[in-house]
């Protein structure tokens, strides 16, 4: 998130004093509200489609590829593997999460949603348009991926791309950077899994990914060290856990860049393919 005036973390931790239901109800709706991204990116061509609420649009024939992009983002942030992966004979779909992009409002309304709802979305667009031959997922995308793979949602491969692991690490930054107490991240916390109907635990990707009896896929995941926004350690973390996972670290493409890099595209495509 943005960075928050002085200001606004005074009148954040006066009235966290006073009312830290209120603050953890506020705090709650601005986490559930993605920020509007200026990269307003387009993909050329392909058939648009709705699935419910949701917008997209197809490319290609062939095994089916579904592109997940991350928090925030749309589905024009995958723009670059969409050649590549029609050029290797496979079929792209890829689409705008809830209250993200062309899409609709999620469940809570307005531009509001969450991670279930995001991990929810790629099954139902999954069932809408066939089997996945792979899912790539981006960021909080790849975390929503992961997830839904892990809740039984099927395809042969998986690439994971500057992932998530665990929201609570992100929380206790959130709360950091708004200046609430620890008494009102847990009232924050509590109200989150109320909202999302999941137990923090259950939003952990490599806890998940341990303890799973459901045969996984193939997966590819990839982090880079000067990641700003998701730490590389998470990426580690989850392909410690994720059986027979490849973990590919790479230095200086940071969290964007890695998404139009030659040699991490080629590499998405051949696991892929």
Not at 186 to 198: D, G, I, K, N
Request: with cysteine; net charge positive.
């Amino acid at each position: 998130m943005p960075p928050i005036p002085p200001a606004v973390r005074s009148v954040v931790g006066a009235l966290d004093r006073v009312a830290p239901e209120l603050v953890a109800r506020g705090a709650l709706r601005l986490w559930c509200t993605p920020a509007r991204t200026k990269d307003r990116t387009t993909i050329p061509g392909g058939i648009a489609f709705r699935t419910g609420p949701i917008a997209g649009q197809i490319w290609g024939d062939g095994p089916t590829v579904y592109l997940v992009h991350g928090w925030g983002g749309h589905r024009g942030q995958l723009r670059s593997l969409v050649g590549p992966l029609v050029d290797a004979g496979l079929r792209v779909v890829a689409y705008d999460a809830p209250a993200h992009g062309e899409s609709g409002p999620g469940e809570l309304g307005g531009r509001r949603t969450t991670l279930p709802e995001m991990s929810t979305a790629l099954d139902t667009v999954i069932a809408a348009h066939g089997p996945a031959r792979a899912v790539v997922g981006h960021s909080m995308g790849a975390a929503a991926s992961a997830l839904a793979v892990l809740d039984g949602t099927s395809t042969e491969r998986l690439v994971l791309v500057t992932p998530l692991a665990d929201p609570t690490t992100y929380i206790e930054g959130f709360a950091h950077t708004l200046g609430f107490s620890e008494r009102t991240r847990h009232r924050f916390e509590v109200r989150m899994q109320v909202l999302a109907s999941r137990r923090l635990a259950d939003l952990d990707v490599p806890l998940r990914a341990a303890n799973t009896r459901l045969p996984l896929p193939t997966t590819l995941v990839l982090s880079d060290r000067d990641d700003k926004e998701a730490d590389h350690a998470d990426g580690a973390r989850i392909a410690r856990a994720w059986p027979g996972a490849e973990l590919v670290m790479s230095d200086g493409l940071g969290h964007r860049r890695i998404l139009r890099d030659e040699e991490t595209i080629k590499r998405i495509v051949a696991h892929v393919s």
